[in-house]
C-alpha cells in the first residue's frame, strides 16, 4: 500500500505525465457525456424498452454492441455506432496493406505512406458509416416501434438527419481517440473501446448482485465467489497476451575501427497469439450476418435456426464461433508473421539461429515453431472467447455481467490496461524513479494498437 501511495506521488511530480493524465480525463468526460446525448426526434419516455431487451440480454449481439459503445447503443445517443466503424475500415485497410501492391508501397515509403494510409482508412469509415447508420435506425425502430419517434417528423428525414448525426459522432469519437495518443496517455482509439467496456461495469455488478438477491441465489456471497473467478480468468488472458517462445538468435562479430557489433545472443519473442484479439473480431463479425438479415427484415419471424444462431448462449452459435476463431487464428498468423522474411532479415544482418543454416532452414524452423505454438494458443483464445455465454448459461450469471467472463472485452481490457501502464512505466523510469513493480517491469503488447 506504501509502495502504491509513493508511485503515485511520483506520477503527480512529473509535470508532463501529470498534464497528459489530465488530458485523458478531459477526452473520456467529454466522450461519456456525449454517450448520453440523445438523437433528435427519439422519445425518451419509449427508449427504455430498448434498454431493457439490451441489459437483460434478450439479444445477445445487441447486448455485446452496447457494451462496446459504453451504454450509448441502447441510449439511442449520438455515439450510438461508437468506434468500431472506424476498427472495421482499419482491418480492412490492414487486409489490404497485405494483399494489393499499393498498399503494400504505401507502408514502405514511411512517415508520407502511413498518412495517406490513414486518409484511405477514414475515407472507408465514412463509407461505413452511411451504411451502418440506417442499419442501426432501422432495427431500433423494428425493436421498439414507430412510437418511440417523434411524430412530426417524417421517417424519411429523420433517417437521413440522424444518419449525418451518427456519422459526425463517430468522427468525432475517432478525433478524441486521436487527441488522447498525441497528447494523453495511451493509445487513444483502444482506450476508447476501454472505457466503454468499463462504463458498463458498475451496472453490470448492480444487476448481477440484485438477481442474486432477488432469486435467492447467495447474494454477496456467490459475487464474491464470481469476482474471484474472473480474476483468475483475468490472469489467465494475461498469460495469453504475454505468452512467447524465445528463438534465441546469434550474430556475428564485426569489428569497425576500435568497435566492435554483434557477437552477442538475442531472443526473437514469437508470441502464442500474435493475432491477438482480431480473431475474435474476424468471428463475431461473420456472427452479426444474421443479425443485419432480421434487422432489414419487417415482417416474417426469424426462423428457429436463425434464433440460434443470434442467441449467444446457444450451444450451436458457440461451437461455429470457437471454430470460426481457430481457423482464423491460423489465416491470420499465418499473414502477419513471415518467416521467410525474418529469415531473410537475419541473414541480411549476420545473423543465425544455433544449430540452423541460415536461408530457408530457418524459414522453415520458424514456421514450424508458429504452428506448434499457434495451436494451443488459438484453443486458449477460442475458450476465453465463449466463456462468457459459459457462465451465462451453467453459472446463472447475468447477460451484461458474463461478458466480462471472457471474449473481446476481456482481451482488449487486459491488452489497453498493459499497454498504458508501460507507457506510465517508462515515464516514471526516464526520470529515475521506481516502476510500478516492486521487481521486473510491466510488457505491454508487441502489436500495440491492433484493433
Known amino acids: 500500500m506504501i509502495k502504491a501511495v509513493e508511485t503515485l506521488k511520483n506520477i503527480w511530480k512529473i509535470e508532463d505525465l501529470r498534464k497528459r493524465i489530465l488530458i485523458t480525463i478531459l477526452f473520456v468526460a467529454i466522450y461519456r457525456f456525449g454517450s448520453y446525448v440523445m438523437l433528435p426526434g427519439i422519445r425518451v419516455d419509449m427508449l427504455g424498452q430498448l434498454q431493457e431487451q439490451t441489459s437483460a440480454g434478450k439479444s445477445g449481439l445487441l447486448a455485446l454492441l452496447d457494451m462496446f459503445?459504453?451504454?450509448?447503443?441502447?441510449?439511442?445517443?449520438?455515439?450510438?455506432?461508437?468506434?468500431?466503424?472506424?476498427?472495421?475500415?482499419?482491418?480492412?485497410?490492414?487486409?489490404?496493406?497485405?494483399?494489393?501492391?499499393?498498399?503494400?508501397?504505401?507502408?514502405?515509403?514511411?512517415?508520407?505512406?502511413?498518412?495517406?494510409?490513414?486518409?484511405?482508412?477514414?475515407?472507408?469509415?465514412?463509407?461505413?458509416?452511411?451504411?451502418?447508420?440506417?442499419?442501426?435506425?432501422?432495427?431500433?425502430?423494428?425493436?421498439?416501434?414507430?412510437?418511440?419517434?417523434d411524430s412530426t417528423l417524417s421517417w424519411p428525414f429523420f433517417l437521413i438527419t440522424s444518419t449525418i448525426i451518427l456519422a459526425a459522432g463517430s468522427m468525432f469519437i475517432l478525433w478524441l481517440g486521436e487527441r488522447i495518443t498525441d497528447k494523453g496517455v495511451g493509445n487513444g482509439v483502444s482506450f476508447i473501446i476501454l472505457i466503454g467496456i468499463i462504463a458498463r461495469l458498475p451496472q453490470a455488478l448492480v444487476q448481477e448482485f440484485s438477481s442474486r438477491v432477488s432469486q435467492n441465489m447467495g447474494g454477496l456471497f456467490m459475487l464474491i465467489i464470481e469476482l474471484a473467478i474472473l480474476f483468475f480468468i483475468i490472469a489467465a488472458a494475461i498469460l495469453l497476451v504475454q505468452g512467447t517462445r524465445k528463438v534465441p538468435v546469434q550474430y556475428a562479430k564485426r569489428i569497425v575501427g576500435e568497435k566492435?557489433?554483434?557477437?552477442?545472443?538475442?531472443?526473437?519473442?514469437?508470441?502464442?497469439?500474435?493475432?491477438?484479439?482480431?480473431?475474435?473480431?474476424?468471428?463475431?463479425?461473420?456472427?452479426?450476418?444474421?443479425?443485419?438479415?432480421?434487422?432489414?427484415?419487417?415482417?416474417?419471424?426469424?426462423?428457429?435456426?436463425?434464433?440460434?444462431?443470434?442467441?449467444?448462449?446457444?450451444?450451436?452459435?458457440?461451437?461455429?464461433?470457437?471454430?470460426?476463431?481457430?481457423?482464423?487464428?491460423?489465416?491470420?498468423?499465418?499473414?502477419?508473421?513471415?518467416?521467410?522474411?525474418?529469415?531473410?532479415?537475419?541473414?541480411?544482418?549476420?545473423?543465425?539461429?544455433?544449430?540452423?543454416?541460415?536461408?530457408?532452414?530457418?524459414?522453415?524452423?520458424?514456421d514450424a515453431i508458429m504452428s506448434r505454438i499457434t495451436l494451443p494458443g488459438s484453443f486458449f483464445l477460442a475458450i476465453i472467447a465463449v466463456l462468457p455465454a459459459f457462465v451465462g448459461r451453467m453459472g446463472g450469471v447475468q447477460a451484461e455481467f458474463s461478458q466480462f467472463f471472457g471474449g473481446t472485452s476481456l482481451l482488449i481490457l487486459v491488452g489497453v490496461v498493459l499497454d498504458t501502464l508501460q507507457q506510465v512505466e517508462s515515464h516514471l523510469l526516464m526520470r529515475h524513479y521506481d516502476g510500478l513493480l516492486s521487481s521486473g517491469r510491466i510488457r505491454g503488447r508487441f502489436n500495440v494498437g491492433a484493433y
Open 69 to 149: 459503445s459504453g451504454g450509448a447503443f441502447s441510449n439511442a445517443s449520438v455515439f450510438a455506432l461508437g468506434i468500431m466503424p472506424y476498427i472495421s475500415a482499419s482491418i480492412v485497410i490492414q487486409l489490404l496493406a497485405i494483399v494489393v501492391p499499393y498498399f503494400q508501397k504505401l507502408q514502405r515509403e514511411g512517415e508520407s505512406g502511413r498518412t495517406k494510409i490513414n486518409q484511405y482508412t477514414r475515407y472507408l469509415t465514412i463509407f461505413i458509416l452511411i451504411f451502418q447508420a440506417p442499419g442501426y435506425l432501422i432495427n431500433l425502430r423494428n425493436q421498439i416501434g414507430a412510437e418511440t419517434f
Open 260 to 366: 566492435q557489433y554483434g557477437g552477442a545472443r538475442q531472443y526473437i519473442p514469437l508470441k502464442v497469439n500474435a493475432a491477438n484479439v482480431m480473431p475474435i473480431i474476424f468471428a463475431q463479425a461473420i456472427m452479426f450476418i444474421p443479425l443485419a438479415f432480421v434487422g432489414y427484415s419487417t415482417n416474417e419471424a426469424p426462423s428457429s435456426l436463425m434464433q440460434s444462431l443470434m442467441d449467444h448462449q446457444s450451444v450451436l452459435y458457440n461451437v461455429i464461433f470457437a471454430v470460426l476463431i481457430i481457423l482464423f487464428t491460423y489465416f491470420y498468423t499465418a499473414i502477419t508473421i513471415n518467416p521467410n522474411q525474418m529469415a531473410e532479415d537475419m541473414k541480411r544482418n549476420n545473423g543465425f539461429i544455433p544449430g540452423i543454416k541460415p536461408g530457408k532452414p530457418t524459414a522453415e524452423y520458424l
